[in-house]
């Protein structure tokens, strides 16, 4: 089965800052789909990037950017100008792609703090 | 505004109760997806439907069974409750079921058994 391993349970970052978030994963497909869903306090689940993983070039979304590497089989997401709606719980989630897709599998999520 | 809307928002209910949650999927979307997420188990996809056929299972119980209306929306219904399942119940759509396309989620249903 495929897992996706978020090793950081928390961050902080300063307002205006850059931060990382790490995300691994587990598979023996070629082909499928990963993102990263943002949780604010409200706890709706938002969509923040998603990769092709047959996409060689990163994708990016405003401020938001990924860091993929195939072959590590690594997904990290970077923030630029850090702003204090960023705060939430993030969650990187993979999907599978075949006949009958599996739904997402998610990480345990990495709490961002940014401070003022 | 994701375009999924889900019903009820929160709901309580004892032990031992019966419980239906209702997704509407955005307009044009063919599959729905439920989710659980709780503090133990973290977020877990439960069952996939598309247009009215169930696609794919993963950590569903045998006490929830769920099931996809011809309008294309979707009730997940979960009976003989145990305090273990309250959470956060989510349920996403997209415009096709192969993993290819993404995921809108609703605002979810909170479910807290007494």
């Known amino acids: 089965a495929q897992t996706v391993t978020q090793s950081q349970p928390e961050m902080s970052v300063q307002e205006a800052e850059t931060v990382t978030l790490s995300c691994t994963y587990d598979t023996s497909e070629s082909d499928y789909y990963l993102f990263w869903y943002k949780q604010p306090p409200s706890r709706q689940m938002i969509l923040v990037i998603r990769q092709e993983a047959y996409k060689q070039q990163n994708a990016t979304e405003n401020r938001f950017s990924v860091n993929f590497q195939k072959a590590a089989k690594s997904f990290s997401l970077k923030i630029s100008d850090s702003q204090l709606g960023d705060a939430a719980m993030y969650f990187c989630a993979y999907s599978e792609v075949r006949g009958g897709a599996d739904g997402l599998t998610f990480g345990k999520g990495t709490h961002l703090i940014i401070q003022p | ?114």
């Open chain 2, 1 to 114: 505004d994701s375009g999924v809307t889900q019903t009820p928002k929160h709901l309580i209910t004892a032990t031992g109760q019966r419980v239906t949650l209702r997704c509407s999927p955005r307009s044009g979307d063919l599959s729905v997806y439920w989710y659980q997420q709780s503090l133990d188990q973290g977020l877990q996809f439960l069952i996939q439907y598309y247009n009215g056929e169930e696609r794919a299972k993963g950590n569903i119980l045998e006490r929830f069974s769920a099931q996809q209306f011809p309008d294309l929306h979707s009730e997940l219904n979960l009976s003989s409750l145990e305090l273990g399942d309250s959470a956060l119940y989510f349920c996403a759509s997209s415009s096709g079921g192969s993993g290819r396309e993404t995921q809108y989620f609703g605002p979810g249903t909170r479910l807290l058994v007494l």
